[in-house]
Antibody, heavy 120, light 112 residues
Framework: QVQLVQSGAEVKKPGASVKVSCKAS????????MHWVRQAPGQGLEWMGR????????NYAQKFQGRVTMTRDTSISTAYMELSRLRSDDTAVYYC?????????????WGQGTTVTVSS | QSVLTQPPSASGTPGQRVTISCSGS????????VYWYQQLPGTAPKLLIY???QRPSGVPDRFSGSKSGTSASLAISGLRSEDEADYYC?????????????FGTGTKVTVL
């Protein structure tokens, strides 16, 4: 079945970096964009960016420009999101979600989420 | 700070119809498709509506979406206890600043 499985919870100190993985299965990895969305405790959803696994091209939210890097490894159908210079307000659940790259079908499959805690 | 505004809460009794609004601008809702997501407590979001009013397979037809100008709405008819969740609208945004993709502020639906 189609699924996205994310890496486990992380605890990081302020100033460090975190890299979250998202392994896809059950579909053609290169045929779908991979979005990254985060949710701080008790807050709403916040879009961080997306990657086109076919080309490697990325689009990032301006808020995260310079701190976020999205990459992929097509050989193992895995997308990655790395966030650097972590601050306490980066504490959140981070989700990956796919969207059909043929256009505008919405994020129809989501990962289970990865909790990232930033604390000294 | 989200550029799509939703009411923080909505409620209804079982069987009722509940409508959630999503207000945006010409650079997002006014010129792009609207999506709706449902998030049950402690779970990942789920796609409910895409391209303004299309339902993915498996989504009950009790859920319907519409769009007019720079606003959109999600309607839940025949409200059920399992519909108690947070609902978010979303859209691409063509403005050169901020985020190319934006979520609404979210609406918590309570079934009384």
């Amino acid at each position: 079945q189609v699924q996205l499985v994310q890496s486990g919870a992380e605890v990081k100190k302020p100033g460090a970096s975190v890299k979250v993985s998202c392994k896809a299965s059950g579909y053609t990895f290169t045929g779908y964009y991979m979005h990254w969305v985060r949710q701080a405790p008790g807050q709403g959803l916040e879009w961080m960016g997306r990657i086109n696994p076919n080309s490697g091209g990325t689009n990032y939210a301006q808020k995260f420009q310079g701190r976020v890097t999205m990459t992929r490894d097509t050989s193992i159908s895995t997308a990655y999101m790395e966030l650097s210079r972590l601050r306490s307000d980066d504490t959140a659940v981070y989700y990956c979600a796919r969207e059909n790259s043929s256009g505008y079908y919405g994020m129809d499959v989501w990962g289970q989420g990865t909790t990232v805690t930033v604390s000294s | 700070q989200s550029v799509l505004t939703q009411p923080p809460s909505a409620s209804g009794t079982p069987g009722q119809r509940v409508t959630i609004s999503c207000s945006g601008s010409s650079s997002n809702i006014g010129s792009n498709y609207v999506y709706w997501y449902q998030q049950l407590p402690g779970t990942a979001p789920k796609l409910l509506i895409y391209r303004n009013n299309q339902r993915p397979s498996g989504v009950p037809d009790r859920f319907s979406g519409s769009k007019s100008g720079t606003s959109a709405s999600l309607a839940i008819s025949g409200l059920r206890s399992e519909d108690e969740a947070d609902y978010y609208c979303a859209a691409w945004d063509d403005s050169l600043s901020g985020s190319p993709y934006v979520f609404g502020t979210g609406t918590k639906v309570t079934v009384l």
